[in-house]
């Protein structure tokens, strides 16, 4: 809803009919933390002019003057966030600053902290006592954000800013191919300005790498060769050689700029303007970060954990308390891994026992990652049939969502495979969301670049954790939310999305999938693999365990192939803490559903839990209880 009016810093103000003077003055773009990373702008559209508007106006009630003050600040800071973070924003649908990339310098972080510190200094003036139940969540949503970036500023360096994972060498390539349409002349010149203005950012991106070299914070060894085989892998390819196949690139924009009726000199002037982009600016600024990262070989540690870290303890604490939500200690988390694993093991054997299987369990474990009947053929052929599978499991789970949800998410979902520039390095799957405007589906990306790390016995489970009712779910539901400001539809808290996520694993076995044994079997594993991640994470980042000894514990007590281990344990390493937030979130939401069930008895209703869960965004797990609480009183407040 646009509005004129003014939230005050107090030393600065922002007014929205500003804007465009804003948009038109900077010349520069931002990094990511906190809160900021996630405040990303949709559009917003004010009530029908129709006979039903005054109705409205007389039902809805009055808003406080110091909630409409939050209302505003709320508004403008979204529109403030819009403009520093375009690349950002273009995921969300928002492509007026499409030519654009975020800022990762440190001056704009630094000043990223400043705005941080003047936006909590206003919230410390609002009279929350003033504010809706709805708003008082926002104002607490909003805050804790702020909070939490303040909290890790000290250990901001201690960040990876890129690794083999994930990062700015793979991301410019994902955001180009899966979120920048070209739909007209302008998109053409919007994605050759994008491509030209790719050695800025890079710049940024090396300023940081060598931040903390300075500071002794170093890459692990093993990561630099696979950085460096990952963006040397966007340069293979004409224009870039003489090869027959082109780059990822260049193919993705010619196939985009063919689908365009534009007159063929205007079309040739095009290609003309991205293969020159791609030589004088793509493919320096690809040498420029490989040198960079190259120049950490003979520094690199060999150590895998944070431990190594100046304050490497302490910023494991914070990681922890970011992810889970929780004031865990790395030792609670190690010794919850610990007794979910044997329960785990001990539900294993029950579907041992279900097909016939006699002996030990590491003996079926190993049989089930050997045995190539439970695989598609790495092939093809294998992963066409993998992907139209996983198709299938997640059309059938749409068809009894009803019984369990009363709220669905309107945007379409897709199952799409990884791309082969990244694949290798790539986690097994993920999902991108859609933007709140639907002008995107949802995607379940599923990484088969190894079939033997992709086993039927998993894919039902997987299906359900990334598509439905698991993340497109729960965050396309989120993005459509009406009632909410905007920075509320994206925000993102690790323990609620990903626990929601394996929940909804466990949920689907309630909804009557898993018939086959085996199946049900993967469940188990997937479930088993979370579990092992709270041991193997805090067994790197606290007590000191190399990368062997990690894979070496999840080749012992899950089914799980070696390579996806090793994989596995590459990706705690490189993002430390994120990895414990799926089994702490998915234990808290059945535990809370249970604690509602039993105070509810035969009033429980599956349908208003999972509405309750979903209709406020992604919360922290204190907070979902107090939602799940609030529910328990209102039904029991209620005649039967």
């Not at 928002?94 to 654009?100: A, L």
């Not at 044997?342 to 006699?358: D, K, P, Q, Y």
Request: proline residues 5%.
């Amino acid at each position: 809803m646009p509005i004129a009016s003014r939230y005050r810093y107090p030393n600065a103000s922002f007014n929205i009919a500003n804007l465009n003077d804003i948009r038109h003055g900077m010349a520069r773009f931002t990094s990511s933390f906190g809160l900021i990373l996630t405040l990303l702008l949709t559009s917003c559209g004010g009530p029908d002019a129709d006979s039903n508007a005054l109705s409205e106006a007389v039902l809805t009630p009055p808003v406080s003057a110091e909630q409409q003050r939050l209302e505003d600040f709320f508004t403008a800071t979204w529109a403030e966030d819009l403009v520093r973070y375009p690349a950002s924003a273009s995921y969300l649908g928002v492509n007026d600053r499409q030519d654009q990339w975020n800022d990762v310098t440190e001056s704009f972080q630094l000043a990223s902290l400043a705005i941080t510190r003047q936006r909590l200094d206003f919230l410390n003036g609002i009279d929350t006592s003033q504010l809706s139940e709805d708003r008082l969540l926002s104002y607490r949503l909003y805050r804790l954000d702020l909070e939490r970036t303040l909290a890790g500023a000290p250990f901001r360096h201690h960040r990876y800013v890129i690794h083999q994972f994930r990062g700015p060498h793979t991301s410019p390539v994902s955001l180009l191919i899966n979120v920048h349409a070209i739909n007209s002349m302008q998109d053409a010149e919007a994605y050759i300005a994008r491509l030209n203005n790719l050695p800025l950012y890079f710049d940024g991106v090396v300023e940081q790498i060598q931040i903390r070299a300075d500071k002794g914070l170093f890459l692990v060894d093993w990561m630099i060769p696979k950085i460096i085989e990952s963006a040397s892998n966007v340069l293979l390819g004409a224009p870039f050689d003489a090869g027959d196949e082109p780059s990822v690139i260049w193919a993705d924009f010619n196939d985009k700029l063919d689908q365009l009726a534009l007159a063929p000199a205007e079309i040739n002037q095009l290609r003309e303007d991205a293969r020159s982009a791609l030589f004088n600016a793509v493919r320096p600024a690809y040498q420029k970060l490989i040198a960079a990262v190259r120049s950490q070989q003979d520094r690199a540690m060999p150590e895998d954990g944070v431990w190594r870290f100046p304050d490497g303890e302490a910023f494991y604490a914070n990681r922890l308390n970011v992810f889970t939500t929780t004031s865990l200690t790395a030792a609670e988390i190690h010794q919850a891994g610990l007794d979910n694993v044997e329960r785990l093991h001990s539900e294993m054997r029950a579907v041992m026992a279900e097909l016939g299987e006699r002996g030990d369990l590491s003996a079926f474990l190993e049989r089930v990652r050997s045995d190539q009947a439970l695989r598609f053929p790495n092939t093809e052929e294998g992963r066409s049939a993998y992907l139209d599978a996983a198709r299938t499991a997640i059309d059938d789970m749409a068809k009894r969502l009803p019984a369990y949800f009363g709220v669905l998410p309107r945007a379409e979902l897709v199952v799409k495979r990884v791309e082969a520039y990244r694949e290798r390095s790539a986690g097994k799957a993920f999902y991108q969301r859609p933007p709140s405007d639907e002008s995107r589906p949802g995607i379940y990306y599923a990484n088969l670049y190894d079939m033997n790390s992709m086993p039927k016995t998993d894919l039902e489970a997987l299906a359900f954790h990334e598509g439905l009712p698991g993340h497109h779910l729960q965050l396309a539901i989120a993005a459509e939310l009406s009632h909410v400001p905007d920075f509320q539809r994206h925000t993102r808290f690790t323990a609620f999305s990903e626990g929601w996520g394996l929940y909804s694993e466990y949920l689907a076995k309630e909804m009557g999938f898993y018939q086959d044994p085996y199946s049900n079997f993967g469940r188990l594993s997937m479930e088993l693999w979370r579990a092992a991640r709270l041991v193997v994470d805090t067994g790197l980042h606290h007590k000191q365990w190399t990368r062997e000894q990690a894979v070496a514990y999840l080749v012992t007590n899950t089914p799980n192939a070696v390579y996806d281990c090793q994989r596995a344990i590459e990706r705690y390493i490189a993002m430390p803490g994120q990895a414990t937030a799926y089994m702490i979130g998915k234990l808290r939401i059945v535990e809370l559903r249970e604690m509602a069930r039993q105070a509810l008895g035969d009033r429980f209703d599956i349908r208003a839990f999972h509405d309750v869960v979903l209709e406020s965004g992604a919360v922290p797990l204190d907070q979902l209880e107090a939602h799940v609480q609030r529910l328990v009183q209102d039904v029991l407040a209620t005649k039967p």
